[in-house]
Each structure stands twice: as structure tokens, then as C-alpha cells.
């Protein structure tokens, strides 16, 4: 089991910003690719956001392409997500995720990804 450690979630008004950060082990951060999800009640799980340290790489749903920011931070092997301009439609629990099963499909799938955090709840009003 790799724990992921989500934190930073809560609620804002409509154009408000959040922060979420996932904290993972070094080898994790180093070597696996580390996704964002949400799931909204009755919704599926979507994935929102990746990065994939050693290229680096990154990559986004495009619901999010322009607000949201997936970020490292080296020193304290963590990954963050920076939510800008939300809105009451990013209502969802949010998941950190890794453990990327090579050849699997596409990055932002959920069924690809073996770990996941707790979740954070992220709450947006209009």
C-alpha cells in the first residue's frame, strides 16, 4: 500500500480559489505518475489533472484547462493542485491517486491507478 495524504480542501464562493496538496513517498514522487480525480454525487469519477516527475509532464481535463494547476514541490514530495476560478460545477470529492498501471490507456482514467488518498471535500457556492 502507498499512502497519499490529501489535504487543503473546503468551501468558497464561485471565482474563488482553493489549494489541494497529495503527499506521497519519495520513491512515488520520483518514479510514478500522480493523477488528480473528483467524483460528484451520482457522477463518475473524472480525472482532473497529472504530472509525471521524471520528463516532467503534465496534463489536464479540459473542464479545468485554464484554472486549475498541478505542481511539485521536490523538497516536501508533494503534489499540489492550485484551483483558480471555481465553480459550483468543481463541487466534488477530490482524490489523489498513483501506482499507474504501464500500457494501461489513457493517463486520466481511474481504473489505470492502484493507490488513492482519503479524499478532500471541495464545496463551491454560487
Known amino acids: 500500500q502507498v499512502p497519499l495524504v490529501e489535504s487543503g480542501g473546503g468551501s468558497v464562493q464561485a471565482g474563488g480559489s482553493l489549494r489541494l496538496s497529495c503527499a506521497v513517498s519519495r520513491y512515488t514522487y520520483i518514479s510514478d505518475r500522480i493523477a488528480w480525480f473528483r467524483q460528484a454525487p451520482g457522477k463518475e469519477r473524472e480525472g482532473v489533472a497529472i504530472?509525471?516527475?521524471?520528463?516532467?509532464?503534465?496534463d489536464y481535463a479540459n473542464s479545468v484547462k485554464g484554472r486549475f494547476t498541478i505542481s511539485q514541490d521536490n523538497a516536501k514530495n508533494t503534489v499540489s493542485l492550485q484551483m483558480n476560478n471555481l465553480k459550483p460545477e468543481d463541487t466534488a470529492m477530490y482524490y489523489c491517486?498513483?501506482?499507474?498501471?504501464?500500457?494501461?490507456?489513457?493517463?486520466?482514467?481511474?481504473?489505470?491507478?492502484?493507490?488513492w488518498g482519503q479524499g478532500t471535500q471541495v464545496t463551491v457556492s454560487s
Open positions: 504530472v509525471y516527475t521524471p520528463i516532467p509532464y503534465t
Open positions: 491517486a498513483a501506482g499507474y498501471n504501464i500500457g494501461c490507456g489513457l493517463l486520466l482514467t481511474s481504473k489505470c491507478y492502484n493507490y
